[in-house]
């Protein structure tokens, strides 16, 4: 029972959303199926990853800036380095010795892999994928999407900074990202019109941030309800009322875009050739904005919902945990064992063996090399216990609800702090559990 004596379903509170992780274990192999040929339209599941990236950085850069009034750029680059870099020099390492040691190859083969090694290390594989495209010799292919992202994250938090102190953009702030959805949208019709190829729309950053603007949008927009539905004055009521209103429609919204997206990663094929097909004509926009109603499922509504506990499972959410990894690894194994699997035991049994292959790489990556390493990141850059928000979902109109703004969280008290987490905790118990390491490395 609620305070208010009415029976409520479960809602989460915030910290590492493990539905979340779900969501990313199934997109990555959603990407790996597309690549044994089994997928048509599996490469869905990078933007999906796209939607995922921009939600959370976002997420993050906001809280910081709500929590302390600004936004280090050194810790952000900081954090993203501890993150990155670690798994993909390990890549690095066992592709160069296997390619340029032991002499693994064609001459043309160990071309190709010099030329993507210094495109994904200066992270600018996606353009060079534009003029020509190139595997890295089995290796570093799929780093396109890698230094898309690393494009977006040079310049997305100066921008957002700058967004936060106007004051008429801060206000508008998910609206005006959305608008910069449809202007790439746009831009893409415009290039098309003067003869651009379906590869330009498919790796170049200025055709693809639709996806990661949509998630930097619903991230801005549940700030933006967190801290209106906060509110005891009748602006705080409409608030609550609209976030009420969007939470009604989430049992049915979630399960049909995880439907949706489905029936994409089954029918829509790539948009890499001579010709743009449908998803640069507007279909990456709407992919987004599908996968963004997901995340805001999974975000904003119950946990004891049947699409939230199962995209929560143990599994599935820890190979979402260890998907980058899984990313980084899947493509090389495919590129160099998946067609002699595929001949020797079918297509079906070499994606299960494929998989089980990356999974092992990406678990091994993970806890003897990532993890480790975040013991040795820097206190100041690891995320804060005490960055557990009460979310709007949480908030029911009425005279006696207060509610804590996100800009007050740094003065709370210790006891109520350490309330809130021990709440948190107890809310996710049974459910899934992260060490302490695990949760410095997020």
Same mark, same amino acid.
Request: charged share 15%; proline share 8%.
């Given at each position: 029972m609620t305070r208010h004596g009415i029976d409520r379903p479960q809602i989460r509170r915030g910290g590492r959303n493990p539905a979340l992780d779900g969501v990313r274990g199934l997109a990555v192999l959603a990407v790996l199926v597309f690549h044994m040929d089994s997928l048509r339209g599996g490469h869905l599941g990078v933007d999906v990853f796209f939607v995922l990236s921009g939600f959370l950085i976002t997420g993050q850069l906001l809280a910081e800036q709500d929590r302390t009034g600004r936004v280090s750029f050194t810790q952000f680059y900081l954090r993203r380095a501890y993150r990155l870099l670690p798994a993909f020099l390990l890549l690095v390492a066992v592709a160069a010795t296997a390619v340029l040691v032991l002499g693994g190859g064609r001459a043309d083969e160990r071309s190709s892999f010099l030329g993507s090694l210094a495109s994904s290390l200066l992270y600018v594989n996606n353009y060079v994928q534009v003029v020509s495209q190139s595997t890295g010799a089995g290796w570093l292919g799929h780093t396109w999407s890698l230094s898309l992202e690393e494009q977006f994250y040079l310049l997305w938090p100066l921008l957002l900074v700058l967004a936060c102190r106007w004051g008429q953009l801060a206000r508008r702030l998910p609206v005006v990202l959305l608008g910069g959805a449809v202007a790439v949208l746009l831009w893409r019709d415009l290039l098309i019109a003067h003869g651009a190829t379906g590869r330009r729309m498919y790796f170049a950053l200025d055709t693809r941030a639709d996806a990661l603007?949509?998630?930097?949008?619903?991230?801005?927009? /549940?700030?933006? +309800?967190?801290?209106? +539905?906060?509110?005891?004055?009748?602006?705080?009521?409409?608030? $609550?009322? $609209?976030?009420?209103?969007?939470?009604?429609?989430?049992?049915?919204?979630?399960?049909?875009?995880?439907?949706?997206?489905?029936?994409?990663?089954?029918?829509?094929?790539?948009?890499?050739?001579?010709?743009?097909?449908?998803?640069?004509?507007?279909?990456?926009? =709407?992919?987004?904005? =599908? &996968?963004?109603?997901?995340?805001?499922?999974?975000?904003?509504?119950?946990?004891?919902?049947?699409?939230?506990?199962?995209?929560?499972?143990?599994?599935? @959410?820890?190979? *979402?945990?260890?998907?980058?990894?899984?990313?980084?690894?899947?493509?090389?194994? !495919?590129?160099?064992? *998946?067609?002699? /699997?595929?001949?020797?035991?079918?297509?079906?049994?070499?994606? =299960?063996?494929?998989? /089980?292959?990356?999974?092992?790489?990406?678990?091994?990556?993970?806890?003897? !090399?990532?993890?480790?390493?975040?013991?040795?990141?820097? @206190?100041?850059?690891?995320?804060?216990? @005490?960055?557990?928000? /009460?979310?709007?979902?949480?908030? $029911?109109?009425?005279?006696?609800?207060?509610?804590? $703004?996100?800009?007050?969280?740094?003065?709370?008290?210790?006891?109520? &702090?350490?309330?809130?987490?021990v709440l948190v905790a107890q809310e996710h118990r049974g459910q899934y559990a992260w060490s302490a390491q695990e949760r410095q490395a997020s």
């Open positions: 603007l949509v998630g930097c949008a619903l991230a801005a927009w /549940l700030r933006a +309800a967190r801290a209106g +539905a906060a509110g005891e004055d009748a602006a705080g009521l409409v608030w $609550r009322r $609209r976030v009420e209103r969007v939470r009604a429609a989430l049992p049915v919204v979630g399960p049909l875009a995880l439907a949706l997206l489905a029936v994409g990663a089954w029918r829509i094929p790539a948009d890499w050739g001579p010709r743009p097909s449908m998803l640069s004509h507007g279909g990456y926009t =709407v992919v987004a904005l =599908v &996968a963004g109603a997901l995340v805001l499922a999974l975000e904003l509504g119950a946990t004891s919902s049947w699409l939230y506990r199962a995209l929560a499972a143990a599994p599935l @959410a820890w190979l *979402g945990r260890i998907s980058y990894g899984f990313y980084l690894w899947h493509f090389p194994v !495919v590129a160099h064992w *998946g067609p002699d /699997l595929a001949g020797a035991i079918g297509r079906w049994p070499a994606i =299960v063996l494929v998989g /089980l292959i990356s999974v092992a790489l990406a678990a091994t990556s993970y806890y003897l !090399v990532e993890l480790p390493i975040q013991q040795y990141r820097p @206190a100041h850059t690891r995320p804060r216990p @005490a960055d557990v928000r /009460l979310r709007p979902a949480d908030v $029911r109109p009425g005279p006696a609800d207060v509610r804590l $703004r996100p800009t007050a969280a740094a003065s709370v008290s210790t006891s109520s &702090a350490r309330t809130v987490a």
